[in-house]
C-alpha cells in the first residue's frame, strides 16, 4: 500500500513591523523631548513601584505561612517531617511557584519567630528582598541588632554583599561611636546625622599590613584599595584627593584624604596617624578645616568636618583636646589586623576544652 505524500501547508507569513526611517518621521513638535523624558521617568517610576509591591506582598505571605507553621508546632506538637510534607503538598499543589522548598519553609518558620510582631514586618522588613532577610536571620541573633540591620539596608539600599560585608564587620558595634563635639559645633539636625556618619573603630584589615606600616605608606594603600575604602567609610563618600594642597601666606600644606559627603552637604578632611592621639592633633586638625572653609568650601556647602585617625585613643584625652575647639572635629581608632587571624581564631580550642585539659576532665 503506498503511501500518500502529506502536502505542506503554507504557515502564515510573519506580520512585521517596519519602522520609518527617521528622516521620514513627521517633525516633533515643541516639547516633545521634555514629554518623552517626563514619560521615561514615570514608567521607570511604575515598573520600581510594582517590583517592591510584589516582593512586599511575596514577604508578607512568607511571614504569614511561617507563622501558621510556628503556631501549629507549638499548639499541636507538629515535628520538622511535616515542614518535608507541607512542601510536597505545595508544590504539587503550584507547580510553577518557586520558594516553597522544605528548607525555605523553614526560614519563613524563623522569619515569624524572629520577628513575631506584624507591625514591624508590614511596616519596615517587607521592604527588603527576601535574601536579604534570610541573611540577616542566618548572622545576626539579638532582635534589637536585626532591627538595626534591617533599617539601615532600607537606609543606605545595601547589596546583599554589601550587608554581609558590614554584618561581618559588626557595624552595629561601630556606627556613631566616634568621640565628637558635633553637638558643640554644629546644629542639631546636622549633628545628629555627622555623629552617625562616623564609626569606631574603623576596619582596614582588607590593607593586609603590619602594625610597623608608616603613615605614607598607609595612605598610599588606602588610596590603592579606594573602593573597599569607601566601603568601610559607608555611603555618602565622594573621594576627592589625596595630599591635597593648600597655600597659606606663601606655606605649602597637605591634606592626607581629602573627601566630600554627599548627604552632610560638606567636605571632609581626613587626618592619619600611626600612633596614639595627641592632643596637639586636634590644633592641627582646626588649622585644615580653617583652611578648607575658606578656600573650597562654596555657597551651600555645611562647615567642613575634621576626623582624625589614629592607631588608638584614650577617651578623656580627646575630650579635653576638642573641649574648647570651634570647629566639628571626631576622633576615632582604626585597626589594620585582627588580634589572630581567621584561621587561627577557628583552631583554637574553646574555653571548656582548655578547662579540661586543665583539670584532667573528659568532658
Known sequence: MALKKRRKTKRPAKTQIVQAPLAQLPRLPKGYGKLLADLRTRIASARVKAALAVNREMVLLYWDLGRQILLRQEREGWGSKVIDRLAVDLRRAFPGMSGLSSRNLQYMRAFAEAFPEEPIVQQVVAQLPWGHIVRIMDSVKEPDDREWYV?????????????????????????????????????????????????????????????????????????????????????????????????????????????????LRCYVVIDLKMGDFQPEHAGKMNFYLSAVDDQLRQAGDRPTIGLVLCKTRKKLLVEYALRGSRRPVGVAAYHLTTSLPRELQKSLPTARALVNGLTGRKN
Open 151 to 263: 533599617k539601615a539596608t532600607i537606609e543606605h539600599g545595601w547589596s546583599r554583599n554589601v550587608l554581609v560585608h558590614q554584618i561581618e564587620g559588626g557595624l552595629h558595634r561601630r556606627q556613631g561611636k566616634a568621640i565628637s563635639n558635633f553637638h558643640r559645633t554644629l546644629p542639631a539636625r546636622q549633628s545628629e546625622l555627622a555623629q552617625q556618619v562616623l564609626k569606631d573603630p574603623y576596619n582596614f584589615e582588607f590593607l593586609g599590613l603590619t602594625e610597623k606600616v608608616r603613615e605614607r605608606d598607609l595612605e598610599k594603600n588606602l588610596i590603592r584599595h579606594v573602593r573597599e575604602f569607601l566601603l568601610e567609610l559607608g555611603v555618602g563618600f565622594a573621594f576627592v584627593g589625596s595630599q591635597f594642597p593648600l597655600e597659606v601666606e606663601g606655606e605649602d600644606f597637605y591634606l592626607d584624604l581629602l573627601f566630600y559627603h554627599l548627604r
